[in-house]
């Protein structure tokens, strides 16, 4: 048994969670018939949205009143219903979250005593869990996870051109604009944008570059046009 929190809400005051978790992740794939051979090719395969079920029991349910009863469940009822999703997260999964995650099926309350309980069932639309947050200042990394995640990388600008960020591959991000010494440079690498002493500077990233992920695993990058640099990331699980 475990607490939950939803979207901000903590119902461990309410309720105990028991996460009732599929073995794995069902892929759906994506294949195209091929004239004049039995079955198909396989294209690649989709990583669809996760569902979780969740069974909550109440507690306290046979010291409480009809009444208080009710305000539990309907308290209960308006936390979980958060139309944008939200971010959901399980102690029986100690440090993982999952998000934009919203409610696509409940049962009945099997009964209103102390052993009442429902169960809930999440729809992840984003299916990798989040983990723990790194960082680092150096150029080798050491990323843990099970699924590819995206860095935050923050420079502070040498006066010059540019600034660049590549990894092991190739891959990179340049920006292109007059820098001076000391000056903030933020790049989201899952939003695809810079700032530049918080101000958009997206308009100056290179055309060519590249906003990578980083699989889990070692990686090496390599800064130019910076003083100093951080690396921060939070490690993704299946």
């Known amino acids: 048994m475990s607490a939950l929190v939803y979207n901000g809400h903590d119902l461990s005051a309410y309720v105990t969670a028991e996460l009732v978790e599929p073995a794995g992740h069902a892929l759906e794939p994506r294949a195209l018939a091929v004239p004049g051979r039995p079955g198909a090719v396989l294209l690649g395969s989709e990583l669809p949205p996760r569902v979780l079920a969740v069974r909550l029991f109440l507690d306290a349910g046979a010291s409480l009143s009809a009444s208080q009863r009710s305000e539990v469940r309907h308290r209960l009822y308006g936390w979980l219903v958060a139309p944008g999703g939200g971010e959901l997260a399980i102690s029986g999964e100690p440090g993982l979250a999952w998000r934009d995650a919203v409610v696509t099926g409940v049962t009945a309350w099997d009964s209103l005593f102390e052993d009442g309980s429902c169960e809930v069932e999440f729809t992840c639309f984003d299916p990798v869990a989040y983990g723990a947050e790194r960082a680092s ?18 420079l502070a600008a040498a006066a010059g051109p540019s600034v660049r960020v590549a990894d092991e591959l190739g891959r990179y991000v340049l920006v292109e604009r007059a820098f001076s010494a000391g000056d903030e440079v933020v790049m989201d690498f899952a939003a695809e944008t810079v700032t530049v002493g918080g101000a958009d500077a997206s308009a100056d ?5 590249t906003f990578f ?4 695993g070692a990686h090496t990058l390599a800064f130019s046009g910076c003083s100093a ?7 993704r699980w299946l």
């Open 213 to 216: 992920s980083l699989a889990p």
């Open 229 to 235: 640099h951080t690396v921060a990331w939070r490690e």
């Open 137 to 154: 200042a150096g150029t080798a990394l050491a990323v843990g996870g099970t699924w590819a995640t995206w860095p935050t990388v923050t």
């Open 205 to 209: 990233v290179a055309v060519e570059s």
